[in-house]
């Protein structure tokens, strides 16, 4: 494995260390939630633990995204992070490709189209490889895969493309990328500290979604003297404080890390400070969101403890009446589930048909402003800056829509869940009833249930804003090459505002017809993962008590008569299940007790620019 120049490996090693060992002890605890449900004969819940929440822990992956401007030292930056030059430097920015770079155990690389297909390249044309290269198909981005220290301990760099003016980014970084990182690196050049074209990006577009994860790397430390490096600190630290509450601010030279003095670089204090941070910040919250999924399990396997004890003294046929009633009474919710379903896709329909009739609006409304645009405007002006006209229109009407979309959708998330929940607890009685048990000790709190991504989002702040970056950034992802590509069609002659007044509005409406089926498509993907979890939270109970009696009744055909050896055998499964509860609970405890250092880390008096 390549490994990191000088000492610089020393930094991911302590805090990296001690998340993967966190880690694994709630790995160890869910697979004894696992073990329980497997006892239990719970295919169910031990699936899910196993798919949904140990799988996922093992394959999660820490995504730093790179962005800056071009020409601010950014690929050089991250050839030193990787430390050797693996990507190409110097490409321009109508060349230059995203790179994901993940670890793996000799260099690879691979095209992945905007189609999905994926075509394996010889690792040497990484380096001379440029988008529009004689590519036939549009290049989504490059998936290289590289043996650098820094990418075995779980992290995968997101090197973006720079650009001149980054309120042009490409919409699919700024609003794709960037609320899926876990943390963000933005590149300042030593020579232009937060130019007003970075100020105006920061503020309009970067803060919005990622505040809370940003660090500042000023560039091409090494060109300046000891005199200059202070006063541009002081400088970097006074204005980026007028964005950033203690703004995160590591001066590096990645030249110098390349030639092989890392400790003369400053890349060893910034490593050791994203890892420590994506370890206890991030690592933190992936840690807790499994925790609580694990004790909101342990709460149903709790129900089917009960109900293997209450199966073990009846006979065969009793149980099977048993089952079987629990599965007519599973069908004839079907029936309530299905008209909940019924309501998401009518509810979801009506959501579509207003932001259709917004679009419609909007674009009227900008064809009927165009003419006095374009008359007020400068010939000479027009081809520069009418297409970033229409593309800044477009962007501050998604914003708003998906806005007003999102809050509809939330609206709707909580309507349903009030009436799974609802369903729930008349469904546990039904249960009871059958079972011969306790009603509330069969309640299922709907709202403890794991949800997917758009329902969790809810019940933690709002789905607003999560669909907001998600819904603006698909909306905005073909906006700006759906303008731009039409007047690059256009030939600029004398007549260029009768052709301008000619293409614009032709610009607006063939940028709708692919703006509308996004939307759509969007909603309809927010309204699948409801439509799922109204499945799965209205049929859990049922099925986790009919495997357990059906487990009752094989073991019981299968000759295993034997009362007592069950009656203990249960108890062992209750025994264990309280202990891996009491593990769960300790362990997510642990995971929200602060140690001196992290006290200091948070502390509001703490400088953290970095000298």
């Known amino acids: ?69 071009f020409n601010h030292g950014k690929t050089t930056f991250v050839n030193a992070l990787l430390g050797e030059q693996v990507l190409p430097v110097g490409v321009t920015p109508t060349t230059a490709a995203i790179h994901h770079i993940r670890w793996a155990p000799q260099p690879e690389a691979i095209v992945v189209t905007t189609a999905g ?85 920061l503020n309009d577009k970067l803060l919005k979604a990622s505040r809370d994860k940003i660090v500042f790397v000023i560039t091409k430390w090494d060109l300046l003297s000891p005199e200059e490096q202070r006063e541009a600190l002081a400088y970097a630290s006074k204005h980026l404080s007028t964005l950033v509450s203690a703004p995160v601010v590591f001066p590096v030279s990645a030249a110098a890390a390349l030639s092989g003095d890392a400790a003369g670089s400053g890349l060893p204090a910034l490593v050791a400070h994203l890892t420590r941070f994506l370890a206890e910040e991030r690592g933190r919250i992936l840690l807790n969101n499994a925790l609580g999924e694990g004790l909101a399990l342990g709460q149903l396997l709790s129900r089917g403890v009960d109900a293997r004890r209450r199966s073990i003294p009846m006979k065969t046929d ?35 048909t207003g932001a259709r009739k917004d679009l419609e609006r909007f674009v009227d409304d900008v064809c009927r402003q165009l003419p006095n645009v374009i008359d007020a405007a400068k010939p000479a002006d027009l081809k520069q800056y009418l297409p970033a006209f229409l593309e800044d229109a477009y962007k501050e009407w998604s914003e708003e829509e998906t806005k007003e979309i999102a809050i509809d959708l939330e609206k709707l998330a909580e309507k349903t869940v009030a009436l799974v929940r609802e369903d729930a607890h008349d469904g546990a009685k039904r249960v009871a009833a059958v079972m011969g048990t306790d009603a509330r000790r069969l309640d299922v709190q709907v709202d403890t249930i794991r949800y997917d991504v758009g329902i969790v989002a809810l019940m933690f702040g709002g789905v607003a ?57 969007m909603i309809d993907e927010f309204a699948q993962k409801l439509d799922a979890w109204v499945v799965s939270a209205g049929q859990e109970l049922h099925r986790e008590i009919v495997e357990v009696l059906s487990a009752t009744r094989d073991a019981r055909i299968a000759g295993g008569d034997d009362q007592n050896a069950a009656n203990a055998a249960v108890e062992v499964q209750a025994v264990a299940l309280a202990g891996v509860v009491e593990r769960l609970e300790r362990l997510r405890t642990s995971l929200w007790s602060a140690s001196p250092d992290e006290v200091a880390e948070s502390s509001p008096d703490r400088v953290r620019v970095a000298s």
């Open 1 to 69: 494995m390549t490994t990191l120049p000088g000492d610089r490996a020393e930094g991911l090693r302590p805090s990296l260390d001690a998340f993967f060992q966190k880690r694994d002890d709630v790995v160890g605890a869910l697979r004894g939630l696992s073990d329980v449900a497997s006892a239990l004969g719970t295919k169910t819940v031990r699936d899910r633990v196993e798919r949904e929440l140990v799988r996922k822990l093992e394959e999660d992956r820490f995504h730093l995204v790179v962005m800056g401007e």
């Open 117 to 201: 297909e994926r075509r394996i390249i010889a690792f040497d044309e990484v380096k001379g490889f440029a988008v529009g290269g004689g590519q036939t198909d549009p290049v989504d981005y490059l998936d290289i895969g590289y043996p650098a220290e820094l990418l075995g301990e779980r992290i995968v760099l997101v090197d973006t493309p720079g650009v001149n003016d980054l309120s042009l980014h490409r919409a699919d970084i700024t609003y794709s990328y960037i609320p899926r990182a876990d943390a963000v690196l933005f590149l300042l050049d030593a020579g232009q500290i937060l130019k007003e074209s970075e100020r105006v990006f």
């Open 465 to 521: 804003l999560m669909a907001v970056n998600l819904m603006a950034g698909g909306v905005l992802a073909i906006v700006g090459p759906a303008v731009f590509a039409m007047f690059a069609r256009g030939k600029i002659h004398d007549e260029l505002k009768k052709r301008a007044k000619e293409l614009a509005p032709a610009v607006m409406r063939e940028t709708a017809k692919q703006v509308g089926p996004k939307l759509d498509s």
């Open 318 to 352: 009793e149980i099977e009446r048993r089952i079987a009633a629990l599965e007519k009474d599973l069908a004839g919710q079907a029936v309530t589930i299905e008209q909940r379903r019924i309501q998401i896709r009518e509810d979801v329909a009506a959501i579509k």
